[in-house]
């Protein structure tokens, strides 16, 4: 999907986060994180810019990946689900069962 450079850059962020105990700690599976700093990194790439893990990049990363970690989760768990709007973006709406919950909970 990305570069070569780029996916051993992020490999090498996930272990790291892995190791540090983030993924656990945070309940974030390793697609996600994956994902997220791939997203992050590729755009380093694209700029031109070195492979290096900024501070702004590991916060935005490290958001990305909980972000889609825990949407992952409400979608296994049919709290949420999501359809693909005209532009092509991915839309999250509340199922049933997420309103339901929703209505007690919140």
Do not use: C, H
């Not at 031109?48 to 972000?67: F, N, T």
Request: hydrophobic residues 40%; charged residues 30%.
């Amino acid at each position: 999907m990305y570069p070569q450079s780029v996916n051993e850059f992020v490999a090498q962020v996930v272990q790291s986060l892995d190791e540090s105990g983030f993924l656990t700690e945070n309940d974030v599976d390793k697609e996600s994180a994956i994902k997220a700093f791939g997203e992050v990194v590729f755009e380093r790439w694209k700029r031109g810019d070195d492979l290096v893990m900024s501070e702004e990049d590991a916060i935005k990363g490290m958001q990305l990946s909980i972000v889609e970690s825990t949407m992952k989760q409400l979608m296994n768990k049919n709290m949420i689900d999501s359809i693909e709007d005209e532009n092509g973006e991915q839309v999250f709406f509340l199922t049933e069962k997420g309103k339901d919950y929703a209505n007690k909970n919140l």
